[in-house]
């Protein structure tokens, strides 16, 4: 249901299912919208915004999270970049071949990036997500922000691990990710969040209510 949300603004007519019986979406009423890294994908961000506002009861909250920032776009997309390339270029010295991935699997890897690219339209400011929701009529408007170092460390691992045969790495790689990340993860929210401005973290969400 949540989903067909989101389609109803590009889309005439939608029937959803609710509880057995169809309805056609326009005139079905939602209580939370919630929704993960979506809001970067449709062309015209408020009028979708504008959608899910209309379609919310009254009092209804929406949370929109995993929305890419500008800043942080910038920074994720140029550490992948040149983690990629050193990866890739180092796995081809004699020595070193059973950790570089068929070249076949590679190219489809960086077509998938690129199409990643195209799909998602929009990075956002906080302050001018904050404008665009209420500009849709939401109220109680607020933003959050999180993954700074955790993204600068997070994004070059999934590009190495990316780069390499699935399962090349092992158990200890796993758990020195996911170690490293977490611990970040709690640096970003209790200390870099109270001196660095939300645009700079990599992901923001963004709530707001339907007026009652």
Do not use: C
């Not at 919630?34 to 379609?55: G, N, T, Y």
């Not at 890897?109 to 956002?124: G, I, P, Q």
């Not at 709690?186 to 963004?206: E, H, I, L, Q």
């Amino acid at each position: 249901v949540m989903s067909n949300a989101h389609v109803v603004a590009g889309a005439e007519t939608v029937t959803v299912e609710v509880n057995g019986e169809s309805y056609e979406a326009s005139v079905v009423s939602y209580d939370p919208n919630q929704d993960i890294s979506i809001l970067a994908v449709p062309a015209d961000v408020e009028k979708s915004l504008r959608e899910v506002v209309r379609i919310l009861k009254p009092g209804g909250r929406f949370v929109f999270a995993g929305e890419p920032t500008s800043a942080g776009n910038v920074y994720a997309r140029n550490l992948s970049t040149l983690t990629w390339h050193l990866s890739t270029s180092i796995t081809k010295l004699p020595g070193l071949e059973s950790w570089r991935r068929p070249q076949s699997e590679l190219d489809e890897s960086s077509r998938a990036a690129a199409l990643e690219a195209v799909v998602d339209l929009h990075t956002f400011d906080p302050e001018d997500l904050e404008r665009m929701a209420t500009n849709a009529g939401a109220v109680e408007v607020a933003t959050a922000s999180e993954e700074f170092t955790a993204a600068m460390l997070g994004w070059p691992i999934r590009t190495f691990e990316a780069s390499v045969p699935p399962g090349r790495l092992g158990w200890g790689w796993a758990k020195f990710a996911f170690n490293s990340w977490t611990t970040l993860s709690w640096v970003d929210a209790n200390v870099w969040r109270r001196v660095v401005p939300k645009g700079w973290f990599y992901n923001v969400m963004v709530t707001g209510v339907k007026p009652s």
